[in-house]
Each structure stands twice: as C-alpha cells, then as structure tokens.
C-alpha cells in the first residue's frame, strides 16, 4: 500500500499530476471528434469537460486516460511536463464509467473488501485492508450503509461505491465519465462534493464530463473545458468564464446558470 498515507483528518494525500496536451487530433473513420484540441488540467483541482452532445467529451477523456490507442491520434500529451507513459499512467489512475456491475447481493462493505484485497494485492494484511476500507467509506460518506446490500443502495450511493472502489488503492489521477448521470438533485450535490473534497483535501487530479449542471452543481468546479464540435473553445477557471466571453462581446444575462449560457 505504498502510494496511500492515511491523512489527520482520515483522507489520503496523493501528489496530484497536471495533465497537458497539445494539438491533439482523433478521427472514428472519416468524421473528425477532436481538431487540435490544446489544454491542461491541474492536481488539487476538479476539472470539467463540458459541451453539447457529440462535441467529443467522452472521446477525450478516453484519450486521456489511455482507454485509445495513441496510434490513432495525432498531438502529444504530458504528465508533470514528463511525456505520458501508459504504464506508468494506468498505475497511477482510475476511470469510472457512467455504467458500473457490480454483485448486487454482496454488502458495501463486502464489495469494499475484494476491491481492496484485488487492488493492494496479497502482502497488504487484513489490518491495513481494514483501515483502507473503513477510510474511503468515511470519506465518501457511506459509513451508514456498510452492512447494506447493493441492491438496496440508492443511485447516488451506487455511485459513490463505484468511486469508492476505485479510491481504495489510492490514484493521484481520477476520471470520472458523467458521475451524475441519472442522479437527481440531491445526489448529484453529493457526488460532485465528495469528488471536489476528494481533489481539493487530497491533492487528486479529478477530470468530470459533466452535462449541463445546475449552477450549485457549477459552483464545485474550479475549471472548465468547453469543447464544440470537436474545438476547444474555452479552458481555464470557472471565475475566469464570463469575463473571457465578455471580451469578444458575449454578455450573460443576470442569475441566467453559466453552463447553459456557455452552452
């Protein structure tokens, strides 16, 4: 368990890695998904990648964490100014999908418990296994819910099972396709909150897709990266977005929700 270290207030510190790339092209037969997209997304912040429907989202998230061969693709992609190594990368990151199985009559804490052992591997002893699994539950707020089934857990805390699955061995760099997805209100405010603790207390590289959230849920975001059709149009802080957009004369109207607008 050498990359986790139990913090003070029971949360890993985990040295986040920017991510960086340039001029990145990716084409699925003829039609063009990404046209020399450049970005960067920081460790300690949550990051979201938004933009309409078919505007690549998903396409670079797959790029990013390594689920495309780079044989397809055109640009180049760093971590921490080192170019990106794809062993090197999968050791240090997890993706979590919109869509997750898992044994629905096993308990969360059972489920926890083989994800830890499969993931710490056999010279991790059931003590140390026993703290790793108690501390990603108190951090994802799922401590009331050990013992309970998986069948009878709710989207959100499926949702943050899966993230906690994920956690357990401790990745500086999370990604996260569309984690409030099918969520309602109040579920969705959990999720995004755990991951915005999860980069801000922990140090992580937390990139989200995320589709037209509310503005409370906008709110938890440090940074934005706005893609349409395939271009980047905008890439930087969230406080950042509107002065940017007036600049070029675009003016949102007052308490009109920035994701819609930006959209």
């Given at each position: 368990m050498e990359a986790a270290e139990l913090g003070t207030a029971g949360?890993?510190?985990?040295?986040?890695?920017?991510?960086?790339?340039?001029?990145?092209?990716?084409?699925?037969?003829?039609?063009?998904?990404?046209?020399?997209?450049?970005?960067?997304?920081?460790?300690?912040?949550?990051?979201?990648?938004m933009g309409p429907s078919g505007a690549g989202k998903t396409?670079?998230?797959?790029?990013?964490?390594?689920?495309?061969?780079?044989s397809l693709l055109e640009g180049t992609i760093t971590l921490d100014g080192e170019p990106r190594d794809l062993t090197r990368l999968r050791q240090q990151s997890c993706y979590i999908t919109q869509e997750f199985a898992m044994l629905e009559y096993l308990s969360v804490r059972e489920t926890m418990h083989i994800a830890a052992n499969l993931?710490?591997?056999p010279t991790v002893g059931n003590k140390k296994i026993n703290i790793v699994v108690d501390d990603v539950a108190s951090t994802l707020g799922l401590v009331g819910v050990m013992d309970t089934r998986v069948h009878s857990l709710s989207?959100?805390?499926?949702?943050?099972?899966?993230i906690g699955l994920e956690l357990v061995s401790n990745p500086p760099i999370m990604f996260c396709d569309e984690p409030?997805?099918?969520?309602?209100?109040?579920?969705?405010?959990?999720v995004m909150t755990r991951l915005q603790s999860l980069a801000h207390d922990a140090g992580r590289t937390i990139i989200?897709?995320?589709?037209?959230?509310?503005?409370?849920?906008?709110?938890?975001?440090?940074d934005l990266f706005l893609l349409a059709s395939g271009q980047c149009i905008y890439n930087g802080t969230l406080?950042?977005?509107?002065?940017?957009?007036?600049?070029?004369?675009?003016?949102?109207?007052?308490?009109?929700?920035?994701?819609?607008f930006a959209l």
């Open positions: 949360h890993w510190r985990s040295k986040g890695l920017t991510i960086e790339f340039s001029d990145l092209r990716f084409k699925a037969g003829r039609k063009v998904i990404l046209d020399g997209v450049s970005g960067r997304f920081r460790s300690g912040h949550l990051s979201a990648v396409s670079l998230l797959n790029i990013l964490s390594g689920f495309t061969s780079p993931k710490l591997g989207g959100g805390e499926k949702k943050r099972l899966s409030t997805s099918g969520l309602d209100s109040v579920s969705s405010l959990q989200v897709v995320i589709h037209t959230p509310s503005s409370r849920l906008l709110e938890l975001v440090d406080d950042d977005l509107l002065p940017t957009f007036e600049s070029i004369g675009l003016q949102c109207p007052q308490y009109y929700n920035r994701a819609d």
